[in-house]
């Protein structure tokens, strides 16, 4: 009697098996089909963060090359302004980092 339910029992579950392995596998695919549209939208996110986090750095940079410069003026006389190697670098550089920043903020 113990034979007999045993397979009484494993026939029973081959038949649920043959009526849901069907549905099984649908299941999976359409959670595969989930988990590659969620990696894309997870690139995409990744992407824009990346691009927002370039620009704020860039954005950092420039203030501290507006502070270096109003430093350095501070400490040289008016009349050398024109003059100062240092301030036309420093200038230069801010120039270039605002095209910079312009541009990737025109990309967004």
């Known amino acids: 009697m113990a034979k007999k339910k045993k397979k009484d029992l ?8 043959k009526s849901t392995r069907g549905e099984f596998d649908i299941v ?3 959670t595969s089909k989930l988990i590659k549209k969620g ?3 997870v690139k995409v996110f990744s992407d824009k963060s990346k691009e927002t986090l370039e620009l704020i750095s860039a954005k950092l940079r420039r203030e501290n090359l507006y502070y270096q410069l109003g430093k350095t003026a501070s400490s040289t006389t008016k009349s050398r302004w024109n003059d100062s190697k240092k301030m036309d670098k420093l200038r230069s550089e801010i120039t270039k980092l605002s095209k910079e920043i312009k541009s990737k903020e025109l990309k967004k």
């Open 10 to 17: 494993k026939d029973t579950m081959v038949d649920i098996w």
């Open 28 to 30: 999976m695919d359409e």
């Open 39 to 41: 990696e894309k939208h």
